[in-house]
Nanobody
């Protein structure tokens, strides 16, 4: 089982990026998924999550209104659309998937058994 994150890069403040996380080895259509990030010198933290059905989304306060999480069950892929990027969004972004079926997900790392390798997002001022 593998989660492959992509779409990171260097962007100016105010710009946009779209992260993708392609899953292989099993389907995650019945699983909640999410994104975490780790900035230099800081602990890894929650960014956004989506429930197994894709109908409910949750965001960290710092990104709410700017980021949008979605999942395409047919493509077995998770997305994070990031708009109005700020230098404070600079971090390595990790996609995650819950080990259990039909869950709402969590803002904690605990339920997420599957982790992508991370993709670097750098926002210049």
């Amino acid at each position: 089982v593998q989660l492959q994150a992509s779409g990171g890069g260097l962007v100016q403040a105010g710009g946009s990026l779209r992260l993708s996380c392609a899953a292989s080895g099993r389907t995650f259509r019945r699983n909640s998924m999410g994104w975490f990030r780790q900035a230099p010198g800081k602990d890894r933290g929650f960014v956004a999550r989506i429930d197994w059905s894709g109908s409910r989304t949750y965001y960290a306060a710092s990104v709410k209104g700017r980021f949008t999480i979605s999942k395409d069950n047919e493509k077995n892929t998770l997305y994070l659309q990031m708009n109005s990027l700020e230098p404070e969004d600079t971090a390595v972004y990790y996609c995650v998937a819950d080990r259990d079926d039909y869950t709402m997900g969590s803002s904690s790392e605990v339920p997420y058994e599957y982790w992508g390798q991370g993709t670097q997002v750098t926002v210049s001022s």
